[in-house]
């Protein structure tokens, strides 16, 4: 069974741009959550989306965005880039809402904001 | 709100001497426990977790972790450190109910010394 898919796996922008992430979770998951991983701030919760809807958010600014697709794969976005945009993006693939016990994470998409 | 705080940012270890990764939890409901490791530029992987059943779980590569109510804690160890132990090391803790995200604490890095 494939594990939980991110890519790219690098990215460089600049400052003001936007930059889109994919993830395709493990599949027959039907939820995927997006994790934000920095040196100061750690590992913080950015969205978690099911059945293609919304189901919770983090503390985040509008600039972060997300959506989810009929075949569960998920984008998110963030817009106007910003330096202390850089960081490591995470998602979590789950057959339940919330994740709950059984989160797998996918390899990341590690952002570089110049 | 559930938390967890990791103490100890660093823990450097002797090969073959015990490892021991320090995690206390709160949270006013039972919580779900878990310990993810993380290899340099690599995604969580999950060694173990606690989901109300045994209250000693064991995990993979050696590790396993207690949950102690009364000290709300849930350290984790192995009996013999191994030099691929070394990596960053998450406690997380989330609630089944309510559909709540995974809250990490900061990480703790382990080094292993030959």
């Known amino acids: 069974k494939a594990g939980v898919t991110q890519t790219p796996r690098y990215l460089i922008k600049t400052r003001g741009q936007q930059v889109t992430l994919s993830c395709s979770p493990i599949?027959?998951?039907?939820?995927v959550s997006w994790y934000q991983q920095t040196p100061g701030q750690g590992l913080q919760f950015l969205f978690e989306?099911?059945?293609?809807?919304?189901?919770n958010k983090g503390n985040f600014p509008g600039r972060f965005s997300g959506r989810q697709f009929s075949n569960s794969r998920s984008e998110m976005n963030v817009s106007t880039l910003e330096l202390g945009d850089s960081a490591l993006y995470l998602c979590?693939?789950?057959?339940?809402?919330?994740?709950?016990?059984?989160?797998?994470f996918g390899q990341g998409t590690r952002l570089t904001v110049v | 709100a559930q938390s967890v705080t990791q103490l100890g940012s660093h823990v450097s270890v002797s090969e073959g001497a015990l490892v021991l990764l320090r995690c206390n939890y709160s949270?006013?409901?039972?919580?779900?426990l878990f310990w993810y490791v993380q290899y340099p530029n690599q995604g969580l992987q999950l060694l173990l977790k606690?989901?109300?059943?045994?209250?000693l779980v064991k995990g993979i590569n050696g590790f396993e972790a207690e949950f102690k109510k009364s000290e709300t804690s849930f350290h984790l160890t192995k009996p013999s450190a191994h030099m691929s132990d070394a990596a960053e090391y998450f406690c997380?803790?989330?609630?089944?109910?309510?559909?709540?995200?995974?809250?990490f604490g900061k990480g703790t890095r382990l080094s292993v010394i030959a």
């Open positions: 606690y989901t109300s059943a045994a209250t």
């Open positions: 997380a803790v989330t609630l089944l109910e309510g559909n709540t995200p995974l809250v």
């Open positions: 949270s006013s409901v039972p919580p779900y």
């Open positions: 979590a693939s789950s057959s339940i809402q919330g994740g709950g016990t059984e989160a797998f």
């Open positions: 989306y099911f059945s293609e809807t919304q189901r």
């Open positions: 599949s027959g998951h039907r939820s």
